[in-house]
Structures are given as C-alpha cells and as structure tokens.
C-alpha cells in the first residue's frame, strides 16, 4: 500500500490544577479556541472543545506522527503559557498534572460532540470527580479513589 490512512479519534478530559474554576467569564471560549488552535497546529483536528471552569473535553483526531502524551504535553504547556501571559487574566493558570484519554469510534462520534457541546447543563448536576469516575467505570479502566484527588 503506497499510502498511509489512519482515523485516530480521542475524547481527551483534564482538569485546572486543583480544580480551581479559573476559567470564568469569557476565559472558558477562549481557552477553548486556543487549544482547538494547538490541535490544528500539531496537523490535527478540534473536531469539539469544551469545558466548564475547571476542566476541559477535547474531541479531537490526530495524526499517527503524533502520540497522545506528546499531543497532552503541548496542549497544556502551550495554552498554560498562552493564558498566563494575558494583560487581562488576573489569576496564576495552571493545568493538573494528569489526565484521560479514550479511543472513540465513528458510531460514537455524533454522541461525543453533543455530549461536550453540554458540559454547561451537564455540570449542574455533577461534577467533574463523579463524570471522570462514570467514564474510567464504562471503558473499564481500573482507578483508585486516591488517583482522582
């Protein structure tokens, strides 16, 4: 085969350091188009990007040049420095430390962007901790109560 075809589809989730809701106001859209901007220079694509304060969701297709560490590791060092270095935010930015990281399939692709698209009313109803727990239960990654603080 002459040509390489790959379909690599993430539904990627971190948090704010501390889970400290630092992006309020109008910070949350554009934290969201600056990471969506580091998707796209990394040669992939910000299929969606939300979030609410403390955390963010990005649903995203990579390249296979690219592994999902490296693709973690520029986000948020990049959007980290980006936020930091704005006149008008007041506060010390700074991404936690980990991260997940799940393998999506096309039949899921619709009920992924909806899903991050919602984060908003989502998050009314429970937060990030107990989301987090609900995704590593349904894609069967073992964790312990310790790993999420």
Known sequence: MAHTFTR???????STK??????KGDWDTRMHAYLGGIVRNLK??????GGVADHVHLFVQLPPTITISETINK???NSS?????????????AWQEGYAAFSVSDNRY???VKYIENQESHHAERGF????????K????PFHESDLL
């Open 75 to 77: 986000l948020k060092s």
């Open 110 to 112: 619709d009920e992924t």
């Open 138 to 141: 349904h894609n069967n990654m």
């Open 44 to 49: 992939g694509t910000a299929i969606q990007v």
């Open 8 to 14: 690599l589809l993430y539904h990627i989730v971190y």
């Open 18 to 23: 501390d889970r400290i809701p630092l992006m």
């Open 81 to 93: 420095r980006w936020i930091n270095e704005q006149p008008d935010f007041k506060d010390k930015f």
């Open 129 to 136: 901790v107990d989301e987090l727990k609900e995704f590593l």
